[in-house]
């Protein structure tokens, strides 16, 4: 009989491609410790948490150290998470003790205990109720009548927001008592009898999804205001009265309060949140909630999409164009399109919801790898907004805004109408300019000789920020360069307009909606509550365009969309269309008519006509037939090899390296061929398609990849670094991968590797 295995093979969080060996704790045979149990474990000088990945046989020769401490009794991750994560590691050619680290919220990754994910409620306690008719009028005395009956915290969030505040008084005070709660069963009803009865497009959804057996993409492809929530709905009610788990994915936490409150008005059940907003402890209670069967319905954000769900039945992705969903560092993974993988693992239907689908998920669709369900009209009796461009050339401007936007917003007050001006940037100009010798503030850590990056002006001018690294200095009091007191802000951002408006409006309320007037928790809730649903003005970037409903906003006023005209990037024609289908989506959405005011320098613009005259999808499918003949994703595939250092001289050497070995060989081929594991199957994602071990080729000959650079980045400098970057492209996403298997480790392993920070990113959607 052959020995069992007696050593851990662990995944550490460290930039490594490699598993590292150790003897299990002291007293305990390795067989007893399984894979996805995390261990605390010496490395080097430290002490680090890793996740078992395996067992392996020791070697006599080789000395190992054991692991400190086994910290589970049970795997964290096992199953079908464990296995799309190993996929993970495997597609983005990541390391897999990083990729499991950036699956664990993270209190679980600094090893601390599981978190309790007892429910609880909130009572009166019977000194409560003989102290009640006394209490003072205010806060506390409301909050005491609500729990003259048992209530749950997820019903108080809905219904008492800020109820926290006036708990710790009446706690303080002993007058209510903590309730834990008895594990949830869905009653089968929903709590709100008033259901909205389903339109003829929305029921055709309903039932395609209904109707789906097992794995099943879906791509719901609505109009702005066409009811998708209402489907969504729909799908997870059946999902959970068939006891299953409904994962919902959201592209921002400003999106999430709205969308808690809706769906536990309507689902009957808890509902419960995942996002950075919320605190460490209350992240690994929701993950383990999930984890445990216990949490039916989960809502959040990009990194929601790593929680475990043993009862698995439907995962929907909201605004899935929305390019928020992909990590722009550390594991460069994409939610939406690692969600779709899941759901493949799962065998789920999996259900893409927006209004301006991403050129990928269309191709797809119109591929046939996805059930495309259109909703092409507005719910209820809501219309689509009436488009306008005005041409503002030669026309004076005030804070950005010319005298039509500024009249048309006039009317729409009067009328008891809100109106949203939407500028895409935060802060209150783009630059700080001298006006006498053309000194201007540039950023010291990310400006080179060759492109300066300017600073951006804050605080009415008292303050530059760079808004790509972070860099903050006080505004000079004269130039730095001629001593002039000519120091003029230049452009226009979101504090300037809000400081023109209000001194216009001074008798309206108006509100700042941008991630420097957000940034404390519900934040963004906290703006649209203030403003209700009186007369007022909404002054946003691009938090505004995503999904917000705003049944009394009739006015939007797009400004500044002429620097989206003409960028080098081959996506940002498709990012402005987006995101003027989604900000013009936020007028006319309930009984009041909706217009749209488009600012431009450049009226006679293909993009801007394509948009106005034939809709999103007119613009969809002349840019895939750009995108076709070009070679660009979705017909080819792309990675970017990043590297960067103080010096540019290194990063530069590295991409050369990374070159010289994808480089043709004397026998003709680029480069060895990779490991003979199996072919790969039918594309059914975006970027993510197959769960599969590895997606390198079987009996092909040398795989055909273009290689650009390398080059300095777009941006050549950021942060004190200098960057350079290499991209590769094929037609077959296996000759990529085949290119990666390769190339990666090579690359790990060669000395120049330790004189630069590089990366790898499979798929990206930026390569500035």
């Known amino acids: 009989m052959p020995a069992s295995p007696s050593v851990l093979r662990v995944a550490l969080p460290v930039p490594l491609p490699q598993l590292f060996d150790y003897l299990p704790p002291p007293g305990m045979p390795a067989t007893s410790v399984a894979a996805g149990m995390r261990v605390r474990v010496p490395f080097g000088q430290r002490e680090v948490i890793g996740i078992v990945a395996g067992h392996a046989d020791a070697e006599a020769s080789i000395e190992l150290r054991a692991a400190l401490e086994l910290l589970d009794a049970a795997p964290l991750l096992h199953g079908e998470l464990l296995a799309s994560l190993r996929w993970l590691a495997g597609y983005l050619h990541a390391p897999l003790g990083e990729v499991l680290a950036t699956a664990l919220p993270a209190a679980l990754r600094r090893g601390e205990p599981l978190p309790d994910t007892q429910t609880y409620g909130w009572a009166l306690s019977e000194a409560g109720r003989t102290a009640l008719p006394s209490l003072r009028a205010g806060k506390p005395k409301a909050l005491a009548e609500l729990l003259q009956n048992l209530r749950d915290e997820d019903w108080l969030d809905t219904a008492s927001p800020g109820w926290r505040t006036p708990l710790r008084s009446l706690r303080e005070r002993g007058l209510v008592e903590r309730v834990a709660l008895a594990q949830y069963r869905h009653s089968g009803e929903s709590r709100n009898d008033d259901i909205i009865v389903p339109n003829a497009e929305q029921q055709t959804a309903i039932d395609a999804i209904r109707a789906a057996d097992g794995f099943a993409p879906f791509l719901l492809d609505g109009v702005t205001g066409s009811g998708k929530t209402e489907v969504y709905l729909h799908a997870i009610a059946d999902c959970i009265a068939r006891g299953r788990q409904a994962l919902v994915l959201v592209p921002e936490i400003g999106l999430t309060p709205q969308a808690l409150a809706r769906f536990r008005t309507r689902l009957g059940v808890p509902v419960h949140a995942l996002h950075s907003g919320l605190n460490d402890n209350e992240r690994a209670a929701t993950w383990m909630a999930a984890a445990r069967g216990q949490a039916r319905v989960i809502v959040g954000t990009r990194s929601a999409v790593f929680v475990p769900l043993p009862d698995a039945g439907l995962i929907v992705i909201d605004e899935e164009h929305d390019g928020s969903y992909k990590q722009f560092d550390g594991i460069r993974y994409h939610a939406r399109d690692f969600a779709i993988v899941r759901a493949r693992a799962l065998g789920v239907p999996v259900l893409l919801g927006s209004a301006t689908p991403s050129l990928e998920s269309l191709h797809n669709a119109q591929a046939g790898r996805y059930t495309h369900l259109r909703l092409r009209h507005r719910a209820g009796d809501a219309q689509p907004p009436r488009v306008r461009v005005l041409d503002v050339r030669k026309r004076p401007l005030h804070a950005g805004l010319s005298d039509d936007a500024l009249g048309a917003m006039r009317k729409a007050l009067d009328a008891g109408g809100q109106v949203l001006v939407f500028k895409n940037r935060r802060g209150y100009a783009p630059v700080l300019l001298c006006h006498d010798c053309g000194w201007s503030a540039h950023c010291p850590r990310c400006s080179t000789d060759d492109k300066p990056t300017?600073?951006?002006?804050?605080?009415?001018?008292?303050?530059?920020?760079?808004?790509?690294?972070?860099?903050?200095?006080?505004?000079?009091?004269?130039?730095?360069?001629?001593?002039?007191?000519?120091?003029?802000?230049?452009?226009?951002?979101?504090?300037?307009?809000?400081?023109?408006?209000?001194?216009?409006?001074?008798?309206?309320?108006?509100?700042?909606?941008?991630?420097?007037?957000?940034?404390?928790?519900?934040?963004?809730?906290?703006?649209?509550?203030?403003?209700?649903?009186?007369?007022?003005?909404?002054?946003?970037?691009?938090?505004?365009?995503?999904?917000?409903?705003?049944?009394?906003?009739?006015?939007?006023?797009?400004?500044?969309?002429?620097?989206?005209?003409?960028?080098?990037?081959?996506?940002?024609?498709?990012?402005?269309?987006?995101?003027?289908?989604?900000?013009?989506?936020?007028?006319?959405?309930?009984?009041?008519?909706?217009?749209?005011?488009?600012?431009?320098?450049?009226?006679?613009?293909?993009?801007?006509?394509?948009?106005?005259?034939?809709?999103?999808?007119?613009?969809?499918?002349?840019?895939?037939?750009?995108?076709?003949?070009?070679?660009?994703?979705?017909?080819?595939?792309?990675?970017?090899?990043?590297?960067?250092?103080?010096?540019?001289?290194?990063?530069m050497r590295f991409l050369h390296l990374a070159k010289d070995l994808l480089s043709p060989s004397p026998s003709g081929r680029r480069w060895r061929e990779a490991p003979d594991v199996g072919s790969a199957e039918p594309v059914l994602s975006p970027s993510a398609p197959n769960p599969l071990p590895n997606p390198s080729p079987k009996g092909r000959g040398a795989p055909s990849i273009s290689i650009a650079g390398p080059l300095p980045a777009p941006m050549p400098r950021r942060a004190g670094y200098q960057r350079v970057q290499l991209v590769l492209s094929a037609s077959q996403r296996r000759d990529l991968h085949a290119a990666l298997d390769v190339l990666v480790p090579a690359l790990h392993a060669a000395p120049e590797a330790r004189k630069v920070r590089w990366s790898q990113d499979v798929d990206p959607v930026d390569l500035y």
């Open 454 to 651: 300017p600073m951006t002006v804050h605080a009415h001018g008292k303050r530059l920020q760079c808004h790509h690294c972070g860099h903050r200095k006080p505004s000079p009091p004269a130039c730095p360069d001629c001593a002039s007191l000519a120091l003029q802000p230049q452009g226009n951002g979101t504090e300037r307009i809000e400081e023109d408006l209000a001194q216009r409006y001074p008798d309206l309320p108006v509100l700042r909606i941008d991630r420097g007037s957000t940034a404390q928790r519900d934040g963004l809730q906290k703006r649209f509550d203030a403003l209700g649903t009186q007369p007022g003005i909404l002054i946003g970037t691009q938090m505004l365009a995503k999904g917000h409903d705003l049944p009394n906003l009739t006015l939007v006023v797009v400004v500044g969309i002429d620097e989206g005209l003409f960028s080098a990037d081959f996506r940002s024609g498709e990012k402005l269309a987006q995101l003027l289908v989604q900000v013009a989506g936020r007028a006319g959405r309930a009984h009041k008519p909706g217009e749209v005011l488009l600012q431009t320098h450049h009226p006679d613009h293909p993009l801007l006509h394509t948009l106005v005259t034939g809709g999103y999808h007119a613009f969809a499918d002349a840019e895939l037939a750009l995108r076709e003949a070009a070679r660009f994703p979705p017909f080819a595939h792309l990675a970017l090899l990043r590297a960067e250092a103080k010096h540019a001289d290194p990063p």
